[in-house]
T-cell receptor
């Protein structure tokens, strides 16, 4: 069974640009969550999608947005990039959003560097 | 919301020794506590988890203990091996907010 895949793996952008990251969950998983990982802040929750609906959102500005498609694939978008947005962006999937105890599987992440 | 604290931030042990990583949480409603291992260049991988209705769980060389009264849980790795070297994260989730809250990570180095 294929794991969570994320594309691209690496990205370099400049301040003010926007970026779109993609995540394909494990087959059969309908919940997709996004996290930002930085050395100083650790793993911080961005948002979760289930059945194309955002179910929960972390404490990030509106420049961070996402969506989920009918095949459960998800994208996140960051507009007007700032230097502080440089981070590893992780996607995680699980079968449902109804149970908090569903095992959550992470992808390898997209390393975003903002210059 | 929930606040998860993790200690120590770095840990070095000799191969064959045990390693213990501790986490505390603030929200008494949290009821699920997974532990993740993250190797360089990879995403976090679930290694063990525990639910609030049990106090201890073991899987070969890895064990997790939970003290709900004190609101802390710990990861124990016995007979450590060099391949155990990685960053370990604890997390907590519960009925409030429907999200996982992560500790800040422990960088474990096993010295051959």
């Amino acid at each position: 069974k294929a794991g969570v895949t994320q594309t691209p793996r690496y990205l370099i952008k400049t301040r003010g640009q926007q970026v779109t990251l993609s995540c394909s969950p494990i087959s059969g998983h309908r919940s997709v969550s996004w996290y930002q990982q930085t050395p100083g802040q650790g793993l911080q929750f961005l948002f979760e999608y289930f059945s194309e609906t955002q179910r929960n959102k972390g404490n990030f500005p509106g420049r961070f947005s996402g969506r989920q498609f009918s095949n459960s694939r998800s994208e996140m978008n960051v507009s007007t990039l700032e230097l502080g947005d440089s981070a590893l962006y992780l996607c995680a999937s699980k079968r449902t959003a109804a149970s908090l105890t569903d095992t959550q599987y992470f992808g390898p992440g997209t390393r975003l560097t903002v210059l | 919301g929930e606040n998860v604290e993790q200690h120590p931030s770095t840990l070095s042990v000799q191969e064959g020794d045990s390693a213990v990583i501790k986490c505390t949480y603030s929200d008494s409603a949290s009821n699920y506590f997974p532990w993740y291992k993250q190797e360089l260049g990879k995403g976090p991988q679930l290694i063990i988890d525990i639910r609030s209705n049990v106090g201890e769980k073991k899987d070969q060389r890895i064990a997790v203990t939970l003290n709900k009264t004190a609101k802390h849980f710990s990861l124990h790795i016995t007979e450590t091996q060099p391949e155990d070297s990685a960053v370990y994260f604890c997390a907590a989730s519960g009925n409030t907010g429907n999200q996982f809250y992560f500790g800040t990570g422990t960088s474990l180095t096993v010295i051959p």
